[in-house]
């Protein structure tokens, strides 16, 4: 939708340790979830994407689970590793468009060693 | 294959002075974005170019900035008349369709003096 809200904006966890990353988004019918991760000085990749017709996709140590209702999205790292430290983005289609992202304002995730 | 490139990765230039940014999406690719990141910030969608059709330029900050997508493929970002707020990381993305997945290019950082 118009407005994404990303939180938290920093994230410190030692290594082994969950991390999850929190996104909220004001139009209902938004229906592509994607999330991105930059390293320092890189582009961002897109690391795992959710449609609105499932609640939850995994990819080995991510997922990302989708509340429609609250309409609300989340990023779940397990088992982190040092290099898993970067900026991670949320992004969340305009509304009434299927093209253009806004993005959340990105969360710098550090996994202590 | 190709992931997007731009070119150049560095630019300085001094304010009034006019920019041409210039990006090559993967090859195939339909939709081509353009992206402004400022230090510490989310992605500022700029434009979006779609096959042959009208680009959308909603996003574009103000009338010193325009681009151009010459066959449907290379695509040029121009500043004219920089000022130093126009200090950024000007960033393009690639995707096969609208709300595919989005390639991102490493990014050209431009600095106005």
């Known amino acids: 939708g118009e407005n994404v809200e990303q939180h938290p904006s920093t994230l410190s966890v030692q290594e082994g340790d969950s991390a999850v990353i929190k996104c909220t988004y004001s139009?209902?019918?938004?229906?592509?979830f994607p999330w991105y991760k930059q390293e320092l000085g890189k582009r961002p990749q897109l690391i795992i994407d959710i449609r609105s017709n499932v609640g939850e996709k995994k990819d080995q140590r991510i997922a990302v689970t989708l509340n429609k209702t609250a309409k609300h999205f989340s990023l779940h790292i397990t088992e982190t590793q040092p290099e898993d430290s970067a900026v991670y983005f949320c992004?969340?289609?305009?509304?009434?468009?299927?093209?253009?992202?806004?993005f959340g304002k990105g969360t710098l995730l550090t996994v202590n060693p | 294959g190709a992931g997007v490139s731009q070119s150049p990765s560095n630019k300085v230039t001094e304010k009034g002075k006019d920019v041409e940014l210039r990006c090559d999406p993967i090859s195939g690719h339909t939709a081509l974005y353009w992206y402004r990141q400022s230090l510490g910030q989310g992605l500022e969608f700029l434009i979006y170019?779609?096959?042959?059709?009208?680009?959308?330029k909603s996003g574009l900050p103000s009338d010193r900035f325009s681009a151009e997508r010459t066959g449907g493929s290379v695509s040029t970002l121009t500043i004219q008349r920089t000022q130093q707020e126009d200090s950024a990381v000007y960033l393009c993305a690639s995707s096969l369709g609208p709300i595919d997945t989005q390639y991102f290019g490493p990014g050209t950082r431009l600095t106005v003096l």
């Open positions: 139009d209902s019918a938004s229906n592509y």
């Open positions: 992004a969340a289609p305009r509304i009434g468009s299927n093209y253009k992202l806004t």
């Open positions: 170019f779609q096959g042959n059709s009208a680009p959308d």
